[in-house]
């Protein structure tokens, strides 16, 4: 079988389409490895440790390949091709589920949606109050009173003081509107 295939290989055009397949194999591993920097460094991944990992696979098999530059330069650019994308397979099961941007983004939308939640709103307006206002500074609305012993701002309904357990006269809306 290698008598007959010899002319083939041996012939400048065979080499010649060999030598281009070989390097169009080399460019796109090349932009392989550069799609994998860039995809871990955006991930959080170790990009250069990948990175590195591609690059001496594709060498190793690169140099593997060499035992088949009888048939010209394209297998040892498949072969290379070909490990890499192997890497790449590995590197896709085990990469960061998301990217760092969005990580962070995520974070921020939380800190957010916290910091809203520990906030106060006005029960009439809506209207963000903090939790020793007596009144809304929108709409006027009481929302608290001092308690009648140590000064510091309870709502209306309480019947003790949570700050110096003082037991509270009894607030109606007129006693209310009378302290204001």
């Known amino acids: 079988m290698s008598d007959i295939l010899s002319p083939i290989i041996s012939s ?8 281009a397949l070989g390097l169009i194999c080399f ?11 860039r995809d871990a460094r955006r991930r959080g991944a170790a990009a250069t440790i990948w990175t590195v ?13 060499l035992s088949l530059v009888k048939y010209g330069f394209g297998p040892v650019g498949i072969l290379a091709v070909l490990v890499l994308l192997i890497i790449i397979l590995i590197y896709t099961l085990v990469r960061p589920g998301e990217l760092l941007a969005d990580a962070r983004e995520q ?18 307006c809506g209207q963000g109050i903090e939790d020793k206002f007596l009144v809304c500074p929108h709409c006027n ?7 009648d012993y140590c000064g510091q701002p309870i ?4 019947m003790v003081c ?17 302290f204001l």
């Open 12 to 19: 400048k055009a065979f080499q010649g389409v060999s030598f």
């Open 155 to 158: 709502k209306p309904e309480w």
């Open 27 to 37: 460019i796109f591993a090349a932009l392989l490895l550069l799609w994998l920097f």
């Open 141 to 147: 609305t009481t929302l608290r009173i001092p308690c």
């Open 53 to 65: 990992i591609g690059v001496v696979a594709a060498i190793v098999a690169a140099f593997a390949g």
């Open 162 to 178: 949570p700050y110096c357990k003082a037991s509270q006269r009894l607030h109606t809306d007129d006693n209310v509107k009378s």
């Open 107 to 124: 974070q921020l939308e939380l800190s957010l949606l916290e910091a809203q939640i520990d906030r106060e709103t006005c029960p009439t």
